[in-house]
């Protein structure tokens, strides 16, 4: 089945037509500048522009930086707080035209990973980590997924919240070399190794891309590995979730 997978981030909103079966794209990414500010309104006339652009009339799947219960977004930590309360799956489907399936844009990236990427065929608990402007997370057990579960806002031993410490947006910000970020992020992942056990813990978001530049400073017992898909697995997943809500 083909289903456009859009992922809406902080800085640019994108789109592909996915292959459902394989995972694989079947069109060129498009990619639009997220509006500023970027309210509910003006990211569902972006979503819009997209479905115009792939000429699109068939189901619709978005990641997008929240919790969402039952298409409701719950949270805003680097979004603008007008979408806390809204039902994006209505105002999106609304604007588009299109049946809109709305999940938090780490567990579409979770869902893509499991399904075909770097946690295919593995059994017990797995945790990615997708690091962007904020920390996503997504938990897995045996393939099914626990969502919204939001770890990035946890506090480390050091008072300070995960996603302020170790996010890509934080090492740009404060032009911290590839070795201390890993440090940091090697803190996080000790913390929810510590609390979660996981068999694999897979690293996605932009900074997966460079994960062999810090994969040294990583020292937790369990098994990590980059994202299979990079940047590709928000579309994907979002794919698939839509794809899973059509039944
Ligand atoms: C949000 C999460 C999101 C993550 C990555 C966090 O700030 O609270 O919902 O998954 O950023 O975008």
Not at 36 to 56: K, M, S
Not at 167 to 182: I, N, P, Q, T, Y
Not at 209 to 233: M, R, S
Request: charged share 20%; proline share 3%; glycine share 12%.
């Amino acid at each position: 089945m083909q289903i456009l997978g859009v992922d809406i981030g902080g800085s640019g909103i994108k789109g592909a037509i996915v292959d459902t079966a394989t995972g694989d794209l079947v069109s060129e990414r498009h990619r639009i500048e997220t509006p500023q500010p970027a309210t509910p309104d003006a990211v569902a006339d972006v979503l819009a522009r997209l479905v115009i652009h792939f000429n699109w009339s068939g189901p619709v799947g978005c990641g997008f930086p929240a919790a969402i219960q039952h298409g409701v977004v719950r949270t805003a930590a680097n979004i603008d707080q007008s979408f806390i309360g809204t039902n994006i799956d209505k105002l999106f489907s609304e604007a588009t035209k299109c049946t809109c399936y709305n999940l938090n844009d780490a567990d579409a990236a979770g869902m893509a990973e499991i399904r075909f990427g770097a946690g295919a065929g593995q059994s017990g608990v797995v945790l990615l980590v997708t690091i962007g402007t904020g920390l996503g997370t997504a938990l897995f057990t045996d393939g099914s997924l626990l969502p919204n579960t939001e770890l990035g806002h946890l506090y480390l031993e050091n008072g300070k919240k995960a996603e302020h410490y170790a996010s890509d947006a934080v090492r740009k910000l404060e032009d911290l070399g590839w070795k201390s970020w890993g440090n940091r992020f090697n803190t996080y992942l000790s913390m929810m190794e510590k609390l979660f056990w996981p068999d694999l813990i897979i690293v996605g978001g932009g900074a997966s891309k460079k994960f062999d530049k810090f994969k040294e400073q990583l020292t937790i017992e369990a098994l990590v590995k980059p994202a299979a898909f990079l940047n590709q697995a928000g579309i994907v997943g979002a794919a698939l979730h839509a794809e899973s809500k059509l039944g």
